[in-house]
């Protein structure tokens, strides 16, 4: 299963292959050659397809687990500062994805979205520390039950040139759905409340919808 923002990237991306198929068939020679051609078709087609595939899962739907939005490794656990929203010190959780994670962003909590921004900005590679603040990035804050108001982040990277955001202010959050994409790269932020117990270590690789990063049980 593939994710729609990708079905045209896939389609463009099927024609360039077809067609280098036949142009390598007649125009390429020796045969070692076309076959050389014809495996670097092959990786691009699964590169892509790899990219953009949206596996099915479905989160527990529990209030008082906070689950990863999305597939990466965690790279940061620190309390900071939240100059956006809050305003005040929160727990940050920070996600890296490589290119080849699932790049679906899924919602990490139900509720609902009381707050969704986008902001342009510059393309520094996602693990650098003012990346936060100063790349392309769109900032969803979903209204919980258990934990009051959780913020994630979505944030480009040095590869990623566009940020889809699904999520609009008075939207109902359900936990585990998609929300959004990111493509090629990135990174995503999440901002809990201070003192919430955390499920995760330092460089834990997660799976968004089914991995727990901070649970009141």
Not at 6 to 34: D, E, K
Request: charged share 20%; with cysteine.
């Amino acid at each position: 299963m593939f994710h729609k923002e990708g079905y045209t990237i896939i389609i463009i991306t099927l024609l360039i292959v077809a067609v280098g198929f036949i142009a390598t068939q007649t125009w390429v020679s020796p045969v070692w050659l076309q076959y050389v051609c014809y495996g670097a078709l092959a990786v691009l087609l699964i590169l892509i397809l790899q990219f953009f595939r949206n596996p099915t899962r479905t989160a527990n739907g529990t209030i008082d687990e906070i689950i990863a939005p999305v597939d990466g490794k965690v790279v940061v656990i620190e309390e900071v500062y939240e100059r956006e929203y809050f305003k005040e010190n929160r727990l940050q959780v920070s996600i890296f994805m490589s290119p080849i994670n699932v790049h679906v962003t899924r919602y990490p909590a139900a509720g609902e979205v009381v707050y969704s921004k986008y902001h342009p900005g510059k393309y520094l590679v996602a693990w650098h520390p003012k990346a936060s603040e100063e790349n392309e990035r769109t900032t969803v804050v979903v209204r919980t039950t258990s934990f009051g108001d959780i913020l994630y982040r979505q944030i480009a990277g040095a590869m990623a040139k566009r940020i889809v955001n699904y999520a609009k202010k008075g939207d109902n959050a359900v936990q585990g759905k998609d929300s959004g994409f990111i493509k090629f790269g990135s990174r995503v932020d999440l901002y809990l409340p201070v003192g919430t117990p955390i499920a995760v270590k330092l460089n834990q690789k997660v799976k968004g919808a089914e991995s727990i990063i901070a649970t009141l049980k």
